[in-house]
């Protein structure tokens, strides 16, 4: 009996919100389906409508049946901009800012990115990898389905190339869908001091054709800011992107307007990340590009700023917007992304749909992922159960967690992710 079953699993008893901006009403930013019913098939969704539309009973159907106790169902998260690969912390210079420090004694005692950069390169392929683990659990308890996570923290070619390795080997040991992305152009490393020209050129003739060729890199990120790089710096790492055949996105107006967007919007880059400075001239280029904006609310808190991101503009020309935690050791220590719905509500004033579109859809766009991020079918079954009344609880709550399931390409897990 269950071999003819034509599902190989069923949910029911849950309301779902499929986030599927080709089929929701305007009115309802969730694409709500009460008394649901999501059908799967070998690691992708076969039927997602309403119970009462089921053609026979559910053990008719599939060969298991879920019952989501009353719960709601999205599509597993997505967190589309990470830092997560990387060695040491930065907890001591935290300390030594709120004892009165200044930056440059904090700089003296070897604070700062390049702390970040000389724990990293001290540590192996393996002990990166543990020390990332559980940063990357904390996110697989809420649901987090697919990750992005960045180089950087190497700068020369050998570490950025065990960055990404382990990056790549997250997704063997976790089950988790994992794009990665180098990031060479996001500091000077010591070595060039004085020097950033040599460094893009040492970017774009050596470092990132290796990734390239060894296949670690899914995009091709850079830092484009008074104290990172130039447009004209990331120009050039941009044009050797392109030329291997690297989708791009970019740090960009974070701390001052340099143009960074109209730059990877030019180059139909994937999204544009942070942008609390961000002009209208810029936000109309991202629209025309189909750039994503990514708001990194977590920086933005830790670092107590108080310029906010163009929202108004953002939603008036069309452009998709994007929540992640930024995970990073210097400015955006989170490894929640539940609490980036929250932060996003009430620092930027997204609605909760909205919020969390910027998880799902609108997270899968910046990575340039067309098979996931909706509950749709013949996509992938990435799905995550919530004990919860209403999606909005998602943004409300702090520091609550209501998971309960979570179904990676059809497979059922618990939400807390042990070691094997
Ligand atoms: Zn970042």
């Given at each position: 009996m269950p071999t003819s079953a034509p599902w190989d699993s069923l949910w029911v008893d849950l309301s779902v919100a499929t986030m599927d901006g080709a089929t929701m009403s305007e009115a309802d930013g969730y694409g709500a389906i009460a008394d649901a019913a999501v059908g799967i098939k070998d690691g992708r969704i076969a039927f997602v409508g309403r119970r009462a539309d089921l053609t026979d009973a559910p053990e008719a159907l599939a060969t298991e049946v879920h019952s989501g106790q009353g719960g709601w169902m999205t599509p597993g998260l997505i967190d589309c901009h990470?830092?997560?690969?990387?060695?040491?912390?930065?907890?001591?210079?935290?300390?030594?800012?709120?004892?009165?420090?200044?930056?440059?004694?904090?700089?003296?005692?070897?604070?700062?990115?390049?702390?970040?950069?000389?724990?990293?390169?001290?540590?192996?392929?393996?002990?990166?990898?543990?020390?990332?683990?559980?940063?990357?659990?904390?996110?697989?308890?809420?649901?987090?389905?697919?990750?992005?996570?960045?180089?950087?923290?190497?700068?020369?070619?050998?570490?950025?190339?065990?960055?990404?390795?382990?990056?790549?080997?997250?997704?063997?040991?976790?089950?988790?869908?994992?794009?990665?992305?180098?990031?060479?152009?996001?500091?000077?490393?010591?070595?060039?001091?004085?020097?950033?020209?040599?460094?893009?050129?040492?970017?774009?003739?050596?470092?990132?054709?290796?990734?390239?060729?060894?296949?670690?890199?899914?995009?091709?990120?850079?830092?484009?800011?008074?104290?990172?790089?130039?447009?004209?710096?990331?120009?050039?790492?941009?044009?050797?992107?392109?030329?291997?055949?690297?989708?791009?996105?970019?740090?960009?107006?974070?701390?001052?307007n340099l143009g960074g967007a109209r730059l990877v919007a030019e180059f139909g880059g994937l999204s544009a990340d942070h942008i609390e400075h961000l002009d209208e001239e810029g936000v109309a280029a991202m629209a025309q590009a189909g750039t994503v904006a990514v708001l990194l609310p977590g920086a933005f808190y830790a670092l107590r700023e108080t310029k906010l991101p163009p929202i108004e503009l953002l939603r008036h020309h069309g452009v998709p917007m994007a929540l992640s935690t930024d995970n990073n050791p210097g400015t955006s220590p989170v490894t929640s992304l539940l609490l980036m719905l929250s932060m996003g509500c009430t620092f930027f004033r997204l609605t909760p749909a909205e919020a969390l579109a910027g998880i799902t859809r609108h997270a899968a766009k910046a990575l340039g992922l067309t098979d996931r991020g909706v509950i749709a079918p013949g996509l992938r079954a990435d799905l995550a159960v919530w004990r919860i009344e209403h999606p909005a609880e998602l943004a409300y709550a702090i520091g609550l967690n209501p998971c309960m399931a979570v179904v990676n390409g059809g497979v059922v897990r618990s939400p807390r992710v042990e070691a094997p």
């Open positions: 990470t830092h997560l690969v990387y060695g040491g912390n930065r907890a001591r210079e935290f300390e030594m800012r709120l004892n009165g420090a200044s930056y440059e004694e904090i700089a003296r005692a070897g604070g700062g990115i390049l702390s970040t950069v000389t724990a990293t390169r001290a540590a192996s392929e393996d002990q990166l990898l543990a020390a990332t683990l559980p940063r990357l659990d904390s996110l697989l308890a809420e649901g987090v389905t697919t990750v992005e996570v960045k180089s950087g923290y190497g700068l020369d070619t050998e570490t950025e190339t065990r960055m990404l390795c382990v990056a790549r080997r997250l997704s063997q040991v976790r089950p988790v869908e994992v794009r990665t992305t180098y990031l060479g152009a996001h500091a000077l490393p010591p070595e060039f001091k004085g020097n950033p020209d040599g460094y893009i050129d040492r970017i774009c003739t050596e470092t990132l054709p290796a990734i390239a060729e060894a296949g670690l890199a899914d995009a091709v990120d850079a830092f484009c800011e008074g104290i990172g790089f130039s447009v004209d710096q990331t120009r050039r790492v941009f044009e050797t992107a392109k030329r291997l055949g690297l989708p791009v996105k970019l740090h960009a107006e974070q701390l001052s």
